[in-house]
């Protein structure tokens, strides 16, 4: 589920090579201690992680933590971790001091040198994070640490009850080809949802000998790319914008495919206020599911280095991250969020034990953590010690002719 340690060495080397091929300006380097902030902070997010309460007046963590740092928060929402990578190289890294970069983007910001090492001594809650997140492979290389974990959740199979009856415990329905929901499935519009077909295939064609989906050889990265294609006339829409899901949903031109928990929490919002007449439920399919774990991570070319700690700092506090969980649908990683978040949802009058379903990804529930196959940069080196599994521009190459046709 993790980017090999193995290539430390090699990210390390790349990272230098790139910090001394830049454009010339300064970099930022290991702070020491977190001055005054210079006032402004801008930042690449996924939609839902930054709230200033434009989306709902009551879902504000930004306010606070401007008036407690001096730091004004300028957001830009980011659709994909492609797009974040492009992003962050825009002006020479300088015009984001930071993002919430999932495991496909945060190793390639690391080898380009996008992104500068932090120093985790200055955050008073590190010491709390969840054991598998305090130094993964996707944000650490070498003991160097590259950023702060955030938030870390599942797409699991989200489906609408009115239409898709039955039991509903595998992705079957979203990739055989004779689905009797042919032409209303929908499916993530990214290269690195390739895993998720690996994943099916690793499952239903163990003969392939997949072990790891984000680690396939050309054979295997074929074999799953022959499956989306097959998969490709069952769909209506891809998405990449969430709000694209929703709509689809809510519109009946989707009733099933993977998504992400905002995107589920958001249609029983709309449902129960009205706005939208249809059901909504979602499964863990017995093949497994994929996921994210994001880490906040700060440009090496950042204009806002305090800042930038202050909100690593302030997005690793329990209360904050409570508040992302229960608006976004996601565990905190750092684990207190979890009683902070059973305490605010007994305070609405919902059942504290919602924190520990799938939507909330069990939080705080290691096993559960460590089940997910987290999204990660795909790369040449393979986990059984070879070097013949394809990168992850092959599987770029490879979306594109699925999308094709």
Not at 62 to 67: G, I, L, S
Not at 120 to 129: G, T
Not at 360 to 376: A, M, P
Request: some cysteine.
């Amino acid at each position: 589920m993790r980017f090999r340690m193995s290539l430390g060495g090699t990210l390390l080397a790349v990272l230098v090579l790139a910090a001394g091929c830049g454009s010339g300006s300064k970099t930022v380097g290991l702070l020491k201690n977190v001055g005054t902030g210079e006032g402004h902070l801008n930042l690449i997010g996924w939609g839902g992680y930054v709230e200033d309460g434009s989306n709902d007046k009551t879902v504000d963590w930004v306010h606070p933590f401007e008036r407690e740092t001096g730091c004004a928060v300028k957001s830009t929402i980011a659709n994909s971790s492609d797009e974040m990578v492009t992003l962050m190289r825009q002006g020479g890294g300088k015009v984001y001091d930071g993002v919430s970069a999932s495991g496909d983007a945060s190793n390639r910001l690391i080898a380009h040198g996008d992104v500068a090492p932090v120093n985790i001594s200055l955050m008073p809650d590190y010491k709390d994070v969840v054991a598998p997140l305090q130094a993964p492979a996707h944000n650490t290389v070498n003991g160097v640490h590259y950023g702060v974990p955030y938030m870390y959740g599942v797409n699991f199979l989200m489906y609408n009850p009115q239409v898709v009856t039955g039991t509903v415990d595998s992705w079957d329905i979203t990739f055989d080809p004779n689905s009797p929901y042919k032409g209303k499935i929908t499916a993530y519009d990214v290269p690195i949802f390739i895993a998720d077909a690996a994943m099916y295939l690793k499952s239903h064609q163990p003969e392939l000998g997949i072990t790891d989906p984000y680690e396939l050889t050309s054979k295997q990265l074929d074999a799953a790319t022959a499956l989306l294609k097959g998969q490709n006339p069952l769909v209506s829409n891809y998405w990449s914008n969430y709000l694209d899901e929703i709509t689809g949903f809510e519109n009946g031109s989707m009733v099933a495919g993977t998504a992400w928990p905002i995107n589920l929490s958001t249609i029983e919002a709309d449902i129960a206020a009205s706005k939208a007449n249809i059901q909504i439920a979602f499964a863990v399919p017995k093949e497994g599911v994929t996921g994210w774990a994001d880490t906040w991570m700060m440009s090496s070319h950042a204009q806002h280095p305090n800042c930038m700690y202050k909100w690593m700092a302030y997005t690793l506090r329990p209360d904050v991250q409570a508040q992302v969980a229960s608006w976004y649908g996601a565990a905190g990683s750092n684990p207190k969020s979890c009683d902070v978040l059973k305490q605010s949802l007994q305070s609405a009058g919902s059942d504290p034990s919602v924190a520990d379903s799938v939507r909330y990804g069990e939080c705080g529930n290691v096993d559960f953590l460590k089940s997910i196959y987290l999204w990660k940069t795909p790369q040449v080196n393979c986990g059984n010690g070879k070097s013949d599994c394809m990168d992850y521009s092959v599987w770029q190459s490879k979306w594109d002719e699925i999308k094709g046709g």
